[in-house]
RNA sequence: UGCCUGGUGGUGUAAUGGUAGCACAUGGGUUUUUGGUACCUUUGGUCAGGGUUCGAAUCCUUGCCGGGCAACCA
């Protein structure tokens, strides 16, 4: 990893933090991780997650967990607990657990400082008249009527603000800065609104909440944060965020934009994830199908596999949308390392081994992981009658066809070499059973037969087999861009993007499997035990790659 | 048509005036008791024009294209 680093260039972000230090602007740096509890974190979140954190860690300085809990109304404790929850599987350690919640005094007490520099002001406009006065990008904007009000007097009523003497939305706390300036956030943003609301966490204390622009370049500066890494949304507002810091005298925190991370075939932003919740388009914020952290670890997706490919994606300011692939190979990597190999049969068809004694079992030794030696061995009962994929038999192959055709030889993995002899079809032309017979001296470990054939393949026997529920998971959405088409997004969610098979065959091994253990069904892909199904319910994490599949398409 | 910001292979990301590199994807191949893994290899790129320079992805200039900004959201 250090290795890794020393020969790694430097990203823009690294760049700025080592001219910091090298110029003793900071002995040491202090980042933060600021999410709103409104929702469940996603891979979106996973990249600041793994920015901040891992530069803290980098630069050994530390990263503040802060919730930027401003707006009662959308933030609940279920959701500050999905947080705390996800960043640590993630693997990462926050310092401080703040709230700006705490800071709602210190806030209030700045309010007061702007206000008697004459830097602030009681609107008693309404949302639509403030809005009217704002102006266009294009066209400045005009001042307020209340915009002249005596210091006095905006003190007075900012204190009825906040001893609850006003209705929701009577008036509001703004900044006096500039209703001309060419950047919107600068005609005199608001800093106050009044919501009667009860808060998680203070409960009924204040009825007056300050704004995002009035509340998180403050709690930076509180919290001594020496690097506010935002995404590029936020650019615009710096100007803002630095006038607050400089009129108000207090530490100055720098905040540097990077772009966001968005990934193609899904929705990234909070408000959609929400609405696919919410209308119960998909099983809850941990579908497997989604880009949330808890949906990932649902899947089957480690940790590690979601921090390499944070890494891999990199920082950088222009906007991106990376390919899907990028974070499935960094599970495959991850996995292939990592993974129990096991046997399942996901479309079985019946296979006899007509030259097999009847009634005889033999327990097969196999491997758990050939890239792991310490992951062991364990035990697979064989017997006459096997079941095997129904795509691993041709009545009329191809040459290339490596697997089951009358008169071929195939490898069954861990097990004995069999020559493919008949097979039976129904009315229909259904495939019932395929006939085979073994060579006796091919095991598996001890095959002295010489014979050297093609393909391998996977088998469970069938009166020793398990059932397991197996949720095959694609895509959720049909459209590289699916919140950029002209309908709803909503419109562009894949049918198929999860097919349930209720009876697949799996080895008697996998019936002691644990819960949220990721297994590879060998040649055909991983799969994690369901954590929150108390049967046997596996998840497609990732497909296996398919070279066969793909020259075949 | 205001302000801010960004344009490097298909997708990401490096090169900070000196050989355009890496990863994923793609095509081909070697190995293999997983058509997996591993390894080798092919294709393909500096938005466009002009300028500065011995030398430009990088600096200047003009243009083109993309993103953002008018929530009592963050």
Redesign the pocket.
């Given at each position: 990893m250090s290795e890794e680093q020393a020969s790694r260039?430097?990203?823009?972000i690294e760049?700025i933090i080592e001219g910091d230090l090298s110029s003793k602007k900071h002995e040491t740096i202090v980042t933060r991780f600021?999410?709103?509890p409104?929702g469940y974190l996603h891979i979106g979140h996973a990249k600041s997650i793994c920015l901040n954190f891992g530069l803290a860690k980098q630069y050994k300085g530390k990263v503040n967990l802060r919730f930027?809990?401003?707006?009662p109304?959308?933030e609940s404790t279920e959701y500050v607990e999905s947080i705390k929850k996800d960043i640590e599987w993630l693997g990462f350690e926050w310092q401080k657990e703040c709230y700006?919640s705490d800071y709602f005094q210190q806030l209030y007490n700045w309010g007061i400082v702007l206000i008697k520099k004459g830097l602030a002001y009681v609107?008693h406009?309404?949302?639509e008249?403030?809005?009217q006065m704002?102006?266009?990008?294009?066209k400045a904007g005009t001042n307020s009527p209340y915009r002249e009000r005596s210091v006095d007097e905006n003190l007075a009523l900012f204190e009825q603000m906040k001893n609850g003497a006003f209705e929701?939305?009577?008036?509001?706390l703004r900044a006096k800065i500039d209703m001309s300036s060419?950047?919107?956030?600068l005609r005199d943003p608001?800093m106050y609104?009044?919501?009667h609301s009860t808060h998680h966490r203070t409960g009924d204390d204040w009825c007056i909440?300050?704004?995002?622009?009035w509340?998180?370049g403050q709690s930076d500066s509180i919290e001594n944060i020496t690097h506010s890494l935002c995404s590029?949304?936020?650019?615009?507002?710096?100007p803002l965020y630095n006038w607050f810091i400089e009129n108000l005298e207090i530490y100055p925190s720098r905040q540097i934009e990077f772009?966001r991370l968005?990934l193609?075939y899904t929705v990234m932003s909070k408000?959609k994830l929400l609405r696919l919740v919410e209308e119960n388009l998909v099983d809850g914020w941990d579908d497997p199908r989604l880009p949330t952290i808890s949906g990932m670890r649902r899947r089957g997706y480690p940790a590690a596999a979601i921090r390499t490919f944070c890494a891999?994606?990199?920082?950088?300011?222009?906007?991106?949308?990376?390919?899907l692939?990028?974070l499935?190979?960094?599970v495959?990597?991850e996995l292939?390392k990592t993974a129990l190999?096991a046997m399942a049969v996901l479309d079985p068809v019946k296979l006899i081994i007509t030259n097999y004694p009847e009634g005889q079992t033999e327990q097969l030794t196999a491997q758990n992981?050939?890239?792991d030696e310490q992951a062991g061995s364990r035990e697979i009962p064989f017997s006459k009658e096997l079941y095997i994929e129904r795509a691993d038999f041709l009545e009329d192959a191809p040459k290339?066809?490596?697997?089951l055709s009358v008169g071929r030889n195939v490898?069954?993995?861990?097990?004995y070499?069999i020559n493919c002899t008949g097979f039976k079809k129904d009315e229909e032309g259904n495939l019932l059973e395929v006939y085979a017979t073994y060579y006796k001296d091919?095991?598996?470990?001890?095959?002295v037969s010489g014979i050297?054939?093609?393909?391998?393949?996977?088998w469970v026997s069938t009166q020793h087999a398990q059932t397991a529920q197996v949720r095959q998971y694609d895509r959720l959405f049909m459209n590289q861009s699916p919140d950029?088409t002209e309908t709803d997004f909503i419109e562009n969610i894949n049918p198929d993007s999860l097919s349930i098979i209720d009876k697949a065959y799996i080895e008697p091994s996998l019936q002691k499997s644990k819960k949220g253990a990721v297994y590879?069904f060998?040649?055909?892909g991983y799969y994690a035990r369901d954590a929150k199904s108390d049967q046997l319910v596996f998840n497609r994490t990732v497909t296996?790659?398919?070279?066969?599949?793909?020259?075949n398409?």
């Open positions: 260039s430097l990203n823009f760049q600021p999410p709103e409104n930027d809990d401003t707006n109304d959308k700006t609107d406009s309404s949302a008249q403030i809005a704002k102006g266009t990008p294009t929701n939305g009577t008036c509001v060419p950047n919107m956030h608001l609104r009044i919501k909440y300050p704004i995002y622009d509340a998180h590029l949304e936020f650019e615009i507002h710096r772009a968005n193609d408000r891999k994606a990199g920082i950088a300011k222009r906007e991106n949308i990376i390919e692939s990028l499935e190979s960094c495959r990597q292939n190999r992981n050939p890239e290339k066809f490596f697997r490898r069954l993995k861990h097990a070499i091919s095991k598996s470990g001890q095959d050297k054939p093609k393909g391998t393949l996977h950029q590879q060998m040649r055909i296996l790659k398919d070279g066969w599949a793909k020259k398409k």
